[in-house]
């Protein structure tokens, strides 16, 4: 096989499928390490465009972009930065658009997505438009919590980044190839990325594959900036490397054979109607997901949303009892627990791993009565 054709047929296939205008593709070996580059070329697209000013980064609370030293900065959760000194300068924060948490007594779901935007804007203008280069998001945000974005959010965050020249990096690392019911979280939600992150299901997993795919208007701002220095100075020995290319490629091909995104939209509903048919137990405060992705948030009280003591670890309990029942499941901060199957999982299976969740509530429902937590 020639290695270079493969890159280039697994590129033309990453920009055939793209949302992003003209994308060019960078590769790499993880996640993480591709939200760094992408910090890495927001910096040095303003120095190109002589804005040496504008480098700070928004995130959002709860995201989760990675843990290197950047892309954990990136990320908006306690663990990722609790005595590893992050964030490093420069990396701010703003709202979790979790509408459920975060929304105000009576607060309707747009009123709060509007507060959302104009609190970023706020951010902006405090800090100064012409010091802030990117704004980074996960369609739907996954180890925060499975956080699906309240109606209009991103129709109203959108304007402002371009209101203010700042770009828009979207990360699919766990919403890319499928999982939303469209082949990216961006087609789901109608974002524009100027650039955006893809690992994960770009080799479903079995090799390590990362790509940074940038928008051809990006795209040219930074080649004319290496014109001038006579390098582009960043490249690793793995960028490129053919074998998980050769991966990704036959990946990406077994998808559209499989029409993993018609398979998604079959069985999503199934599985949604599965977990917010759980809503009704004593033990969810809330159910959400969308497509093949989905979680429980695990309160002690309703009526409040008041949650239980960490140390109890009731969803980590919960957690144990479904694996032992026959599903695994995944334990995340706040105690939530996230549902993400395999993309080419039945109905059956699906009415399957729901029995064993439920089986796994009544474990955990008795268990807290048994130690007196509700
Ligand atoms: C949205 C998102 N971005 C980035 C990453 C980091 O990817 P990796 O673990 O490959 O470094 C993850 C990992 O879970 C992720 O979910």
Same mark, same amino acid.
């Given at each position: 096989?020639?290695?270079?054709?493969?890159?280039?047929?697994?590129?033309?296939?990453?920009?055939?499928?793209?949302?992003?205008?003209?994308?060019?593709?960078?590769?790499?070996?993880?996640?993480?390490?591709?939200?760094?580059?992408?910090?890495?070329?927001?910096?040095?697209?303003?120095?190109?465009?002589?804005?040496?000013?504008?480098?700070?980064?928004?995130?959002?609370?709860?995201?989760?972009?990675?843990?290197?030293?950047?892309?954990?900065?990136?990320?908006? #959760? /306690?663990? +990722?930065?609790?005595?590893?000194?992050? &964030? %490093?300068?420069?990396? !701010?924060?703003?709202?979790?658009?979790?509408?459920?948490?975060?929304?105000?007594?009576?607060?309707?779901?747009?009123?709060?997505?509007?507060?959302?935007?104009?609190?970023?804007?706020?951010?902006?203008?405090?800090?100064?438009?012409?010091?802030?280069?990117?704004?980074?998001?996960?369609?739907?945000?996954?180890?925060?919590?499975?956080?699906?974005?309240?109606?209009?959010?991103?129709?109203?965050?959108?304007?402002?980044?371009?209101?203010?020249?700042?770009?828009?990096?979207?990360?699919?690392?766990?919403?890319?190839?499928?999982?939303?019911?469209?082949?990216?979280?961006?087609?789901?939600?109608?974002?524009?990325?100027?650039?955006?992150? #893809? /690992?994960? +299901?770009?080799?479903?997993?079995?090799? &390590? %594959?990362?790509?940074? !795919?940038?928008?051809?208007?990006?795209?040219?701002?930074?080649?004319?900036?290496?014109?001038?220095?006579?390098?582009?100075?960043?490249?690793?020995?793995?960028?490129?490397?053919?074998?998980?290319?050769?991966?990704?490629?036959?990946?990406?091909?077994?998808?559209?054979?499989?029409?993993?995104?018609?398979?998604?939209?079959?069985?999503?509903?199934?599985?949604?109607?599965?977990?917010?048919?759980?809503?009704?137990?004593?033990?969810?405060?809330?159910?959400?997901?969308?497509?093949?992705?989905?979680?429980?948030?695990?309160?002690?009280?309703?009526?409040?949303?008041?949650?239980?003591?960490?140390?109890?670890?009731?969803?980590?309990?919960?957690?144990?009892? +479904?694996?032992?029942?026959?599903?695994?499941?995944?334990?995340?901060?706040?105690?939530?627990?996230?549902?993400?199957?395999?993309?080419?999982?039945?109905?059956?299976?699906?009415?399957?791993?729901?029995?064993?969740?439920?089986?796994?509530?009544?474990?955990?429902?008795?268990?807290?009565?048994?130690?007196?937590?509700?």
């Amino acid at each position: 096989m020639n290695e270079l054709l493969t890159i280039a047929e697994l590129i033309e296939k990453l920009k055939e499928i793209s949302p992003v205008p003209a994308s060019k593709v960078l590769f790499g070996t993880s996640g993480s390490e591709a939200n760094d580059m992408q910090i890495k070329l927001s910096w040095y697209y303003n120095n190109a465009r002589g804005k040496r000013e504008k480098k700070k980064i928004i995130s959002r609370q709860r995201a989760y972009h990675g843990v290197t030293i950047a892309s954990g900065s990136l990320t908006g #959760l /306690a663990f +990722a930065h609790t005595d590893f000194d992050l &964030p %490093i300068a420069r990396i !701010l924060h703003t709202d979790c658009p979790h509408y459920y948490r975060g929304g105000r007594p009576g607060e309707s779901e747009e009123a709060f997505a509007a507060r959302l935007a104009g609190s970023l804007e706020e951010l902006i203008l405090r800090e100064g438009p012409d010091t802030v280069a990117a704004f980074f998001a996960e369609p739907v945000m996954g180890a925060g919590g499975v956080i699906v974005p309240p109606a209009t959010y991103f129709d109203r965050v959108q304007p402002i980044l371009k209101k203010y020249e700042i770009l828009f990096v979207v990360d699919e690392v766990i919403c890319g190839f499928g999982r939303t019911g469209h082949m990216f979280g961006s087609q789901t939600f109608d974002l524009k990325p100027d650039i955006m992150t #893809l /690992a994960k +299901a770009l080799s479903a997993g079995y090799v &390590p %594959i990362s790509a940074n !795919l940038v928008s051809g208007s990006v795209y040219d701002v930074l080649l004319t900036q290496s014109d001038k220095l006579g390098i582009f100075g960043h490249g690793y020995t793995y960028s490129s490397h053919p074998v998980p290319a050769a991966v990704a490629l036959e990946t990406l091909k077994i998808y559209q054979e499989r029409d993993i995104v018609a398979q998604v939209r079959r069985v999503g509903p199934r599985l949604q109607e599965g977990i917010r048919g759980c809503s009704d137990h004593p033990l969810i405060g809330e159910a959400r997901g969308i497509g093949l992705i989905g979680a429980v948030e695990i309160v002690r009280d309703k009526a409040t949303k008041q949650s239980f003591d960490p140390k109890a670890g009731v969803a980590a309990y919960l957690v144990r009892r +479904a694996q032992h029942h026959g599903a695994i499941l995944r334990n995340m901060p706040g105690d939530i627990v996230a549902f993400s199957p395999p993309l080419v999982i039945s109905e059956a299976e699906i009415d399957e791993l729901m029995g064993c969740f439920r089986r796994a509530l009544d474990d955990t429902w008795a268990m807290v009565k048994e130690k007196g937590l509700v």
